[in-house]
């Protein structure tokens, strides 16, 4: 199935570009998932998955088909399946990155295939919670892209220039650079993910489509009490 969706992350494009184009700094921002192994332009990581009570782990390899910095155009490649053998999912992403008022607009279409648990919602449904989850990442994005904008300069230089001002000059930069570098905090794809609820993504939706079943079954109910109640007299 083909699903389109769009984003917009309050950061430079070239911030959001060299995001987008390392797995390390772009994994953490996707819920559920993290990153295990990147080697050149191939990487593999897991994405852990709650449909309610049902937990299911996907585990799974990606590839970067495409990296044109000039059109700030990214295709991906990506193919993961659930440990206990309940279902697969293989995607082909293209994701194209614009400026949009001082910001950056992301235009992202994706050739889904899915099987098992997940592909139930139904087309519709799985473009609706896509979009919510992009929402997620594109805010978890813009926030680490924030953090060390405001972490860098707030304590480290007052610091070393109160206590000592003459003895390591040169020091001050570096201490200033690696911070800006830095999108992901430590551990960030490494350290333990919480699990993505495709039912609490889902949930108004759901509950929507569900609204007039539960509406007949109490109906049902209180017909059959009536008439029970009849019988009885």
Same mark, same amino acid.
């Given at each position: 199935?083909?699903?389109?969706?769009? *984003?917009?992350?309050?950061?430079?494009?070239?911030?959001?570009?060299?995001?987008?184009?390392?797995?390390?700094?772009?994994?953490?921002?996707?819920?559920?998932?993290?990153?295990?192994?990147?080697?050149?332009?191939?990487?593999?990581?897991?994405?852990?998955?709650?449909?309610?009570?049902? !937990?299911?782990?996907?585990?799974?390899?990606?590839? *970067?088909?495409?990296?044109?910095?000039?059109?700030?155009?990214?295709?991906?490649?990506?193919? +993961?399946?659930? /440990? @206990?053998?309940?279902?697969?999912?293989?995607? =082909?992403?293209?994701?194209?990155?614009?400026?949009?008022? +001082?910001?950056?607009?992301?235009?992202?279409?994706?050739?889904?295939?899915?099987?098992?648990?997940?592909?139930? *919602?139904?087309?519709?449904?799985? /473009?609706?919670?896509?979009?919510?989850?992009?929402?997620?990442?594109? +805010?978890?994005?813009?926030? !680490?892209?924030?953090?060390?904008?405001? !972490?860098?300069?707030?304590?480290?230089?007052?610091?070393?220039?109160?206590?000592?001002?003459?003895?390591?000059?040169?020091?001050?930069?570096?201490?200033?650079?690696?911070?800006?570098? @830095?999108?992901?905090?430590?551990?960030? !794809? =490494?350290?333990?993910?919480?699990?993505?609820?495709?039912?609490?993504?889902?949930?108004? /939706?759901?509950?929507?489509?569900?609204?007039?079943?539960?509406?007949?079954?109490?109906?049902?109910?209180?017909?059959?009490?009536?008439?029970?109640?009849?019988? @009885? @007299?």
């Amino acid at each position: 199935m083909r699903l389109d969706h769009e *984003f917009t992350v309050p950061a430079p494009i070239g911030e959001v570009w060299q995001a987008v184009i390392d797995p390390e700094r772009v994994a953490p921002c996707m819920p559920g998932a993290s990153l295990t192994k990147v080697e050149g332009d191939t990487f593999a990581g897991t994405v852990k998955v709650k449909l309610g009570p049902i !937990s299911l782990l996907y585990k799974g390899t990606g590839e *970067f088909l495409e990296k044109d910095e000039a059109a700030r155009k990214v295709v991906i490649k990506a193919s +993961g399946k659930d /440990s @206990r053998g309940g279902g697969t999912a293989a995607a =082909t992403v293209t994701l194209t990155l614009t400026e949009r008022d +001082g910001g950056t607009h992301g235009a992202v279409a994706t050739d889904l295939a899915i099987t098992g648990r997940p592909a139930q *919602f139904g087309r519709g449904l799985i /473009s609706e919670v896509g979009g919510k989850i992009l929402d997620t990442f594109a +805010g978890n994005l813009a926030a !680490s892209l924030e953090t060390p904008a405001e !972490s860098a300069p707030a304590a480290k230089p007052e610091e070393k220039a109160e206590e000592k001002p003459a003895e390591k000059p040169a020091a001050e930069p570096v201490a200033d650079e690696k911070p800006h570098l @830095r999108s992901v905090p430590a551990g960030g !794809s =490494t350290g333990e993910t919480e699990a993505i609820d495709l039912l609490d993504y889902a949930g108004q /939706s759901v509950a929507k489509r569900l609204a007039p079943v539960a509406a007949g079954a109490v109906v049902l109910l209180i017909v059959l009490a009536i008439v029970r109640k009849l019988r @009885r @007299r």
